[in-house]
Each structure stands twice: as C-alpha cells, then as structure tokens.
C-alpha cells in the first residue's frame, strides 16, 4: 500500500483544513486507516482512525469535537476534516495503513506528511 497525503497549507486560529490520503492498490478497504502528526522538536503522535468499514473511529483527547475521520473505499481515501484549529495543532500531519481491518494501532505502511500550519 502507497499513500499519498495531501491537504495541509496555512490557516488562521479557528479555521478549517481538509487532509486527504489516497492509497494505492487494491487491498485499501481491508485495512483501518490512521492520521499521525509531529510537530516541530516533538514526537509523532496519534490522531484519528478509522476502521474498515467507517463504523468505528477514534480520536486523541485533543482533537475530539473538532477533528473528524472519515473514508470513502471507493475513492481509496481517508480524509481528516479539521474545525476549530488551534496554533497546537501546527504540525506536519501523516496518514497511516493499520496491518489489520479493525484499529489495531499497528501500522505498517506510511505516506510522506502534509504540513499543517495554524497561524495566532
């Protein structure tokens, strides 16, 4: 599985930003999907997945309310529409392909980052 994200650009403090990651191959619909980000001089860390099928998903604390996981197996994408952004929210923000069909955290397949820069 390749994936290739896209989306990020600059915003001011309480805008909107729409990331999306199109996978290659044939094989998108059996995996969950995730949304990691790494801001500047910290480690990556979770943000959102999503399983197979859409039904379920899961959020860090941070995001929840304002972030919002979805696919569209048709189109082998994931999206993560984000509302209400915070300066914190800065980061460069990469999608994920968990090895298994429900969220298992276990990702074994990454796409390159798309930055994301929240302006105070």
């Known amino acids: 599985v390749q994936l290739q994200a896209s989306g990020g650009g600059l915003v001011q403090t309480g805008g909107s930003l729409r990331l999306s990651c199109v996978a290659s191959g044939r094989t998108f619909s059996t995996h969950a999907m995730g949304w990691f980000r790494q801001a500047p001089g910290k480690e990556r860390e979770f943000v959102a997945a999503?399983?197979?099928?859409?039904?379920?998903?899961d959020y860090t604390a941070s995001v929840k309310g304002r972030f919002t996981i979805s696919r569209d197996n048709a189109k082998n994408t994931v999206y993560l529409q984000m509302h209400s952004l915070k300066p914190e929210d800065t980061a460069v923000y990469y999608c994920?392909?968990?090895?298994?069909?429900?969220?298992?955290?276990?990702?074994?397949?990454w796409g390159q980052g798309t930055l994301v820069t929240v302006s105070s």
């Open positions: 999503i399983n197979w099928s859409g039904t379920t998903t």
């Open positions: 994920a392909a968990d090895r298994h069909s429900d969220i298992s955290r276990g990702y074994d397949y």
